[in-house]
Nanobody, 119 residues
Framework: QVQLVESGGGLVQPGGSLRLSCAAS????????MGWYRQAPGKQRELVAR???????NYADSVKGRFTIFRDNAKSTVYLQMNSLKPEDTAVYYC?????????????WGQGTQVTVSS
């Protein structure tokens, strides 16, 4: 059974930083591309960053230059370092495997972690 557990969210002022973590189990983590998605109130879930099994990364234009995705295959964990946060980054953040460019690989989502950027 796939289990994805996100953590690290919180309330931060504009310009601040957070590091999110996602621990995966029940999958062969090292062979999967992994991604961070987010869903803001009233909006569809969107992919913000992805990393291939080889370490190649891609980012949504809205976070490029501010967010960094990286992975630790030994720990089956993917991270999202978020710097220079903006109010529009406020959302629930989720991780999942990624197939194709942005399609979530697994039907089972974790509980997500809330990120709120506000002064």
């Amino acid at each position: 059974q796939v289990q994805l557990v996100e953590s690290g969210g919180g309330l931060v002022q504009p310009g601040g930083s957070l590091r999110l973590s996602c621990a995966a189990s029940g999958i062969i983590f090292s062979i999967n591309a992994m991604g961070w998605y987010r869903q803001a109130p009233g909006k569809q879930r969107e992919l913000v960053a992805r990393i291939t099994r080889g370490g190649m990364t891609n980012y949504a234009d809205s976070v490029k230059g501010r967010f960094t995705i990286f992975r630790d295959n030994a720990k089956s964990t993917v991270y999202l370092q978020m710097n220079s946060l903006k109010p529009e980054d406020t959302a629930v953040y989720y991780c999942n495997g990624v197939t194709g460019w942005s399609i979530p690989l697994y039907n089972d989502w974790g509980q997500g972690t809330q990120v709120t950027v506000s002064s």
